[in-house]
Nanobody, 115 residues
Framework: VQLVESGGGLVQPGGSLRLSCAASGFTFSSYGANWYRQVAGKERELVAGISNVGGPTNYADSVKGRFTISRDNAKNSVYLQMNSLKPEDTALYYC?????????WGQGTQVTVSS
């Protein structure tokens, strides 16, 4: 089982990034998918989630209207489009999938929003 995130980096405030998570080793289309983020010294926070069939979706209040989660089951991938980025969005972003009691995590990709 593998979840590999990509797309993180350094971006200026107001900019955009698109995170990708490529899944392998399990039936991706059977799992709901989520993006979490974590800042050092703080708890991991759920940013966005999407059902196994692509809807419904849910978002943290802090990112509503700015972030969009999507998935492509044919490509075994989930994405997070992040627009209007703010310094407070700086964090390590993790891909997560879950079905009942089974959950898998990626290693994370760093997003830094700074001028």
């Amino acid at each position: 089982v593998q979840l590999v995130e990509s797309g993180g980096g350094l971006v200026q405030p107001g900019g955009s990034l698109r995170l990708s998570c490529a899944a392998s080793g399990f039936t991706f289309s059977s799992y709901g998918a989520n993006w979490y983020r974590q800042v050092a010294g703080k708890e991991r926070e759920l940013v966005a989630g999407i059902s196994n069939v692509g809807g419904p979706t849910n978002y943290a209040d802090s990112v509503k209207g700015r972030f969009t989660i999507s998935r492509d089951n044919a490509k075994n991938s989930v994405y997070l489009q992040m627009n209007s980025l703010k310094p407070e969005d700086t964090a390590l972003y993790y891909c997560n999938v879950r079905r009942a009691a089974t959950t898998y995590w990626g290693q994370g990709t760093q997003v830094t929003v700074s001028s």
